[in-house]
């Protein structure tokens, strides 16, 4: 008896999408940044992420959760998981918004200041040698091409796309 013959994708379209594929390109590559940051930083004692967001709340003012959020394009319940460790060792104070209780300002404390001022030039050096090894118009291209990627909204995406 023969079995159904069930309906592949062939091998050639595995390829394709492999070598073409955008997100599986920058899921790469993220990783490997992400590996080769958090390696530098490692010494600080901060990870590539803690360090963005600790620069995201270096401001003139404290910012409210949502902005930290917007800037690192992250949700509000994975930031404020991600603020808890950084305000345990006293790096970041999340305090009421005193203008509105219902909101929450996010401060850099005196020692989170001093801990991104002790890692800044491990970070420069690494982001320094990263751009060595980019052609120089490379690296503002790939800049572009990333804020571009970031503010790629999900309203641009059809009812189709987004129904399962």
């Known amino acids: 008896m023969m079995e159904p013959r069930i309906p592949v994708v062939?091998?050639?379209t595995t390829l394709m999408v492999r070598d073409r594929c955008l997100?599986?390109?920058?899921?790469?590559?993220a990783r490997v940044l992400a590996r080769r940051f958090d390696d530098a930083l490692r010494p600080h004692g901060l990870t590539n992420e803690q360090f963005s967001l600790l620069m995201a709340l270096n401001r003139p003012k404290p910012p409210s959760i949502g902005a930290v959020a917007k800037t690192l394009g992250?949700?509000?319940?994975?930031?404020?998981?991600?603020?808890?460790?950084?305000?345990?060792?006293?790096l970041a104070d999340v305090s009421p918004d005193p203008e509105?209780?219902?909101?929450?300002?996010?401060?850099?404390t005196a020692a989170g200041h001093a801990r991104l001022l002790a890692a800044l030039p491990v970070w420069l050096a690494l982001h320094e040698d990263l751009e060595a090894r980019l052609a120089a118009p490379d690296a503002q291209e790939i800049r572009k091409g990333m804020e571009t990627l970031a503010h790629?909204?999900?309203?641009?995406?059809?009812?189709?796309?987004?129904t399962p």
């Not at 909204?153 to 796309?161: D, H, I």
């Open 100 to 108: 509105d209780r219902r909101s929450r300002r996010v401060a850099l």
């Open 10 to 12: 062939p091998f050639a």
């Open 74 to 90: 992250a949700d509000r319940t994975t930031l404020t998981a991600a603020l808890k460790p950084l305000a345990r060792e006293g």
């Open 152 to 162: 790629w909204s999900t309203e641009t995406r059809t009812t189709e796309e987004t």
């Open 23 to 29: 997100c599986l390109h920058a899921q790469r590559a």
